[in-house]
Nanobody
């Protein structure tokens, strides 16, 4: 089993920056990748970014490319999502997730989920 705990998030004005973190514990050695998803009210959960544990390959939602950066610290089993130039449409609950393999863009690929952290961007 793997446990995920998010931190960070909050309220920021448009154009501002935030960083959210996700600390993993448990059997983290079996993980293939970790990712971030978000869900706005009335919308489906959508992929935001992912990073593979060993090679560090990264993947992004098109609308966040150039603004968001996902990174990892394997020694601390922690993943970060640096969000710059935030827009009101980025407002959502952001979830950290961990995968043992498969398509990283699909929520069903991820076996473990954090509790979510709210990110609100005011205009």
């Amino acid at each position: 089993q793997v446990q995920l705990v998010e931190s960070g998030g909050g309220l920021v004005q448009a154009g501002g920056s935030l960083i959210v973190s996700c600390a993993a514990s448990g059997r983290t050695g079996s993980l293939y990748a970790m990712g971030w998803f978000r869900q706005a009210p009335g919308k489906e959960r959508e992929f935001v970014a992912a990073i593979t544990r060993t090679s560090g390959n990264t993947y992004y939602l098109d609308s966040v490319k150039g603004r968001f950066t996902i990174s990892r610290d394997n020694a601390k089993s922690t993943v970060f999502l640096q969000m710059n130039d935030l827009k009101p449409e980025d407002t959502a609950v952001y979830y950290c997730a961990a995968s043992n393999g498969g398509s990283l863009l699909r929520p069903r690929t991820y076996a473990y989920w954090g509790q979510g952290t709210q990110v609100t961007v005011s205009s």
